[in-house]
């Protein structure tokens, strides 16, 4: 995937309260949120049944 392409689909989690973001310098650290780590049990929840 292109670098473009994955900065869009996290802007996009961004948008939806999955992520949030930190800037160091040229870099943007990327994190789950609460929302974002309910949803990731949620996923592993249905996956694993």
């Given at each position: 995937m292109s670098q473009s392409l994955i900065s869009h689909h996290l802007a996009d989690l961004e948008?939806?309260?999955?992520?949030?973001?930190?800037?160091?310098?040229?870099?943007?650290?990327?994190?789950?949120?609460?929302?974002?780590?309910q949803v990731v049990t949620a996923l592993e929840t249905v996956l694993n049944a």
């Open positions: 948008t939806i309260k999955l992520v949030t973001s930190k800037r160091d310098g040229k870099y943007v650290d990327y994190f789950l949120t609460a929302k974002g780590r």
